[in-house]
């Protein structure tokens, strides 16, 4: 546990590192240092956050799991009102507060993950029912994801969906309930990206990207070639040329190619390895935790850091196509980042107690030794 714990510090600790120094790298000539003194200012209160749930017991959440769950939905309702919510590029997912703004969807990931967690320890053994195991925690998914999807936020809410996904599988419910609505469910989806304009010429500028690179392909074409530009060793830390408006969102949603083009593919495998080993790692926090609650809530930490990454690389790489999701601790953005953080510390906190668990089972076996000194030894054969 010491060495999945550290490891997991340290690569968390890299990836920040890397994405204050890139995001003012990326920034510099647009805005100067105001991004990165946002971010700053966000990372500061993450990181206090995170220490906060390191030290708290995350069995407290089974208590109130209902309460971040009702204000987490009783926000996205609210989102989607245009006399309270801000739209920006058509998509109606902030609340404005002066020159801050906050996502309520990063906030209703967490909150939908606490809820199904103590779900699916509350009703563990009824979880391979149709009614215990689908239906209602299929409800609670549906209305959580259903609103991200309205704002609209795709891409989240099908990460979401396919964290949320994940721990009912870990939780028990059976194939043959759990294929049928995820199968009518990605027709579903198909469907609406086919008929949805935006969504169709996404899909059609990923498979013609050269076709298309004067319009919706050219983000993705300039990444590839900052990608590619950047060779091994990389151009050198500001020195890239992408930047300087031929990438949009360079700051943000693809920061990574930026990363390629002036550090090289070395810091990119780097990034990859990073997260690579926060999942490694989460996973067996999970899978050592003290209580089911503990293995369900960090499988869905961890896997909904893993999917991100992986989502976000893959549009970058040009192996997915566009979809607005950032990089977990690199790209810009206080709602993902303030999440991400909140979500080490309880990864950190189920490690915590799953280390006194397993300290306070070898006193008690200690205890026994020392009060019965003769118990294991072997006995005489007749």
Not at 4 to 20: K, P, W
Request: charged letters at 15%; glycine letters at 10%.
């Amino acid at each position: 546990m010491k060495v999945a714990v550290t490891t997991l510090v340290f690569c968390i600790a890299s990836l920040l590192a890397l994405g204050m120094v890139m995001l003012y790298s990326s920034s510099m000539a647009q805005v100067g240092v105001g991004y990165l003194t946002k971010q700053l200012v966000w990372c500061a209160l993450g990181v206090a956050v995170c220490v906060v749930a390191t030290m708290v017991d995350y069995r407290f959440l089974k208590r109130i799991w209902w309460v971040p769950l009702c204000v987490a939905i009783l926000m996205l309702a609210l989102v989607l009102d245009k006399h309270v919510g801000a739209m920006f590029n058509g998509a109606r997912r902030w609340f404005k507060f002066g020159s801050l703004t906050f996502q309520p969807s990063e906030f209703a990931k967490l909150a939908l993950l606490i809820a199904l967690a103590w779900y699916g320890e509350h009703f563990q053994r009824q979880m391979p029912q149709w009614k215990r195991g689908l239906l209602i925690p299929g409800l609670l998914i549906g209305s959580t994801a259903g609103l991200i999807f309205k704002e609209p936020d795709v891409g989240n809410a099908l990460v979401l969906a396919t964290v949320s996904g994940i721990m009912l599988l870990v939780a028990g419910i059976r194939l043959r309930y759990f294929l049928p609505p995820v199968l009518a469910a990605a027709i579903g989806v198909g469907v609406f990206i086919y008929y949805n304009p935006v969504r169709s010429d996404r899909i059609y500028s990923w498979l013609h990207v050269e076709e298309t690179k004067q319009n919706t392909g050219h983000q993705a074409r300039e990444a590839m070639v900052a990608l590619g530009s950047g060779g091994v060793i990389g151009k050198g830390l500001g020195d890239s040329r992408q930047k300087l408006g031929f990438v949009p969102l360079q700051f943000s949603d693809f920061i990574f190619s930026i990363i390629g083009e002036e550090l090289g593919l070395v810091a990119t495998l780097l990034v990859v390895a990073s997260f690579v080993a926060v999942v490694f790692c989460g996973t067996y926090i999970a899978m050592h935790a003290a209580d089911t609650f503990g293995l369900l809530l960090g499988v869905g930490i961890t896997f909904l850091i893993g999917l991100q990454a992986f989502v976000n690389i893959g549009v970058v790489t040009g192996a997915l196509p566009n979809k607005g999701l950032p990089l977990p601790f690199i790209s810009h953005g206080g709602s993902n980042l303030l999440l991400m953080l909140t979500c080490v510390g309880l990864l950190l906190s189920i490690a915590r107690q799953a280390r006194e668990a397993e300290t306070g089972m070898r006193n008690v076996t200690t205890d026994q030794e020392l009060a019965n000194p003769f118990a294991r030894r072997p006995q005489p054969q007749p």
